[in-house]
């Protein structure tokens, strides 16, 4: 038997001081993340690898044995987060605030608390000593939040040998204690996801100062093509994999028929975070432009975050951009220049994905369980890459509050939550892998 | 009184304004103290007396008398420049160099050039042991380029000795030379006033990957837009009536009405700043990251108003073209505008000098489009004038605030003749 009371507070416990470690990427710096972790692991007597792969950044991995018959599963998750700006927190965002039952911490749902639910998980198997058919591999990697190309890019490049496994369990999917306006128990399973393509823009025009102002103001010139691209409605665009998710949501009563197309659409325009799996999105996150209050810039820049729907190609992304912009003072380039290339999905019909809708079920009957897309990118994409059915779930039903924590203020994840998602999590890899 | 030899001594000043063009000084942070040194040397080499005074760590202001002990012409400059983007000069901005005839680097229109021409002036007198009827101070001031609180802002709070004067020569306008021929000396007895604008606008932050059309900067730009179509009237107040006149009688242009006035200003953006209240917008900034929707946005606006516009009219009708409520307009500064009469011997010296010095030359009233120290002195009832004695090229003036800053050998030579026999003639008995 288990003694859940006892799990929830080591959990909270180990929770609180992780978010306590500023990981925010960039820099960074998730070595200490990775020793704390690993430290927790390696009191229940198991081994653990720390693979530095920059000064300060390490992939934390330990290992489960199974007895071979079946593949490995991997529980990962990332160390990092991105950063804070503090002045609009209303607590201190790296001190693990416990607050009417809330805890709060950069990272609290992306995504040091599905990091949490993992170990768990992983401590648990080992302390209740049953017999495991697959290898159970914990994995925390740095670098998520900046491209992972010193996270879990560099691990599939160098060490091929972690990432051998059969199937992958990360962020990228979770429940949702409300959908579209009503409340739901709804709970995604990522099985693919949108593509990165991030674009600067860079006008140059002509310096002069602040009281002679003239037509070639670069402020000016930038200012328009952001406007031009914030008028431009890209429509809804369906694929197989979302006309099968909309379906399904109008199975569980979720989504107006498919028959009733008008419906479907202003439901799908109405929610922002649903209408981004149906549009390639581009949001204004950064402008830069100008040196001082009375001088004319030469050069103004913005970035764009960008992500396109899979299947699409990032370059003709880049020249319809070019063509919507319609100014040849504007360069548009990519933000990063060698990205990979969009992973395919991963087949949503496996044992893992049956294993997660079964114990979700039986713990909660009304809920619904969907494959689904992640509008964002993870670092699932190189697990799919390779052919690894790579899924994107926290057990976990958030709310839209909770949700909104992801990249913005006073990110929180209940306690209720913490505590659902380490039973969820430990039940299914248990039932999976034992 | 031996005769100056004007070869030598622009040789002298060349060969100082290199040196100083070497001092960084860019605004911020300033580092004035390091001009200040200089001068100071320079000074002390000739066996002038001056004071110092620091305003803030590293930033100083100096002070030098000639004659008696109050009143008389200031000879004010500022040391510091503005920044440079240094990618698109073709000359290390730093480097004092001299090619082509030219003194190239930050700072040798605006202004140290025309510090050097008030130092050599200053510095001649004593040489040639002029006597002085009236004061000459020589004022090397910090801070103008950001609006001058640890500069004359700080002088007048600190050493009000310091602007005991009854006259200021200043930048403020510089003389214009056409391909065709005409050459004009302009002098500026008033300015446009600033008024800088900051935006500020807040939005709900999140992950970039979910467009939620609360994104400050989207609401940013909306509004930006809607400054840069707005229409703002043209106007012409009687200072520029005179220079347009004056600037036609002297060659300079074909304009000579007020609808001709009106009508190239149209055309011409630098006309335009001066018979209207402009908006330019100078920055904007927001954002952490490429995948977070950030939480505020700001941009600053760089608004200069007629000598007698009402700045909260102006500010009214600005929030009325922004249009939107969750809008922060914060004023960075307030200034308030003044103007010093055309019809003084002043005026009257620089007309008679410029007549004789150069063949064929006239002077034209002029209105700053930029502001300088001399409305500090204005709003104290001191006269104060814009008038550094050079012929420029336009592409010469393109370089004030913008890149490839230079001053030709022969302005130089100009500007120390021309600026010596002026102030000889206000001072010598
Ligand atoms: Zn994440
Ligand atoms: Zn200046």
């Not at chain 1, 306006?181 to 949108?194: H, I």
């Not at chain 1, 039973?423 to 999976?432: G, I, Q, T």
Request: with cysteine.
């Amino acid at each position: 038997m288990i003694d859940w009371a006892a799990i929830q507070r080591e959990a909270l416990d180990i929770f609180v001081r992780y978010l306590q470690i500023d990981t925010t990427n960039p820099p960074g710096n998730e070595k200490p993340a990775a020793r704390f972790l690993g430290s927790l692991i390696e009191a229940e007597g198991l081994e653990t690898e720390y693979i530095e792969t920059q000064p300060n950044r390490e992939v934390l991995v330990a290992r489960l044995r199974g007895d071979g018959s079946k593949g490995g599963l991997m529980l990962c998750n990332h160390t990092d987060v991105v950063p804070v700006e503090a002045r609009y927190w209303d607590m201190p965002a790296f001190e693990g605030v416990v607050r009417d039952g809330r805890v709060y911490g950069r990272g609290a749902v992306d995504m040091k608390g599905c990091g949490v639910m993992q170990l768990i998980a992983f401590l648990l198997l080992k302390r209740q000593g049953l017999p495991l058919k697959r290898d159970v591999v914990f994995c925390a990697v740095p670098d998520e939040e900046a491209g992972s190309a010193w996270g879990m890019g560099w691990l599939c490049k160098h060490r091929p040998d972690v990432v051998d496994v059969e199937f992958e369990l990360s962020e990228g999917g979770m429940g949702a204690a409300r959908f579209a306006g009503k409340p739901a128990r709804l709970f995604s399973v990522a099985t693919n996801e949108k593509l990165a393509a991030g674009l600067k823009l860079t006008a140059v025009g002509t310096p002069g100062h602040g009281s002679r102002p003239h037509e070639d103001n670069s402020a000016i010139h930038l200012m328009r093509a952001l406007l031009r691209l914030h008028e431009w409605d890209r429509g809804i665009t369906y694929t197989p994999d979302t006309t099968a998710y909309l379906e399904r949501l109008a199975d569980a009563g979720l989504m107006p028929p498919a028959s009733d197309a008008a419906a479907v659409e202003a439901q799908i325009r109405r929610s922002p975070a649903l209408y981004a799996a149906f549009v390639n999105t581009l949001n204004v996150t950064m402008v830069n432009s100008g040196i001082k209050v009375n001088v004319i810039p030469a050069k103004s820049e913005a970035m764009l975050d960008c992500r396109l729907l899979p299947g699409q190609d990032r370059e003709a992304w880049r020249q319809e951009v070019i063509r919507r912009v319609d100014d040849d003072r504007i360069e548009v380039e990519f933000v990063t220049r060698n990205a990979t290339g969009a992973a395919p999905a991963a087949d949503w019909d496996t044992e893992l994905f049956w294993t997660i809708n079964n114990v979700i079920k039986e713990s909660m009957e009304d809920a619904v369980v969907v494959p689904s897309m992640t509008v964002g990118a993870t670092d699932n994409r190189f697990l799919r890459g390779r052919g690894i059915p790579a899924y994107g779930f926290i057990p976990c039903l958030l709310s839209p509050e909770e949700a909104a924590g992801f990249h913005g203020n006073n990110e929180f994840l209940t306690v209720e939550n913490l505590n659902m998602g380490c039973e969820l999590m430990y039940e299914v890899v248990r039932r999976f892998c034992c | 009184m031996s005769r100056i030899d004007w070869d030598a001594a622009t040789a002298e000043a060349v060969a100082l304004l290199r040196e100083y063009l070497r001092i960084d000084t860019s605004n911020p942070p300033g580092n004035e103290a390091l001009a200040v040194e200089f001068l100071a040397g320079i000074l002390s080499a000739e066996g002038i007396a001056f004071e110092v005074a620091e305003s803030a760590p590293g930033r100083s202001n100096l002070f030098a008398r000639l004659g008696p002990p109050a009143g008389g012409v200031c000879l004010l400059n500022h040391t510091d420049v503005v920044p440079v983007e240094r990618e698109y000069w073709s000359v290390d901005p730093f480097g004092g160099e001299l090619s082509d005839g030219m003194v190239w680097g930050r700072g040798a229109l605006d202004m140290k050039g025309m510090g050097i021409f008030e130092l050599m002036t200053f510095i001649l007198l004593k040489r040639q042991g002029v006597e002085l009827r009236e004061s000459v101070t020589f004022l090397a001031a910090a801070d103008e380029e950001a609006g001058s609180a640890f500069g004359v802002s700080w002088i007048e709070r600190h050493r009000p000795a310091w602007m005991d004067t009854d006259l200021v020569i200043n930048e403020g306008a510089y003389g214009l030379v056409s391909s065709r021929g005409p050459q004009v000396f302009q002098v500026a007895p008033t300015e446009k006033v600033p008024l800088w604008v900051k935006l500020t606008v807040r939005g709900r932050p999140g992950h970039g990957s979910v467009p939620h059309g609360d994104n400050c900067a989207e609401h940013l730009v909306q509004a930006l837009e809607r400054v840069t179509r707005w229409q703002r009237e043209l106007r012409i107040v009687p200072i520029m009536r005179s220079h347009v006149q004056a600037m036609h009688a002297a060659g300079f242009s074909n304009v000579a009405t007020d609808e001709a006035a009106l009508a190239e200003a149209q055309r011409s953006p630098s006309l335009r700043a001066r018979l209207s209240n402009t908006v330019t917008v100078t920055t904007i900034g927001t954002g952490i990251k490429v995948n977070v929707i950030p939480a505020e946005a700001t941009a600053t606006l760089d608004c200069r108003l007629l000598p007698d516009a009402d700045p909260d009219t102006f500010l009214h009708e600005l929030r009325d073209v922004l249009d939107d409520e969750r809008m922060q307009v914060e004023v960075l500064n307030r200034f308030i505008g003044a103007e010093s009469p055309m019809d003084t011997r002043f005026v009257q010296v620089v007309s008679d000098v410029v007549a004789e010095l150069v063949e064929g030359a006239q002077i034209a009233p002029e209105m700053t489009s930029g502001f300088t120290d001399s409305r500090i002195y204005r709003l104290r009832g001191i006269p104060a004038y814009g008038f550094v004695p050079c012929l420029l090229q336009p592409e010469e003036l393109a370089g004030v605030h913008g890149h490839n800053e230079r001053i030709s050998v022969e302005n130089i030579r100009l500007g120390l003749q021309v600026l010596y026999e002026v102030v000889r003639r206000l001072v010598s008995a």
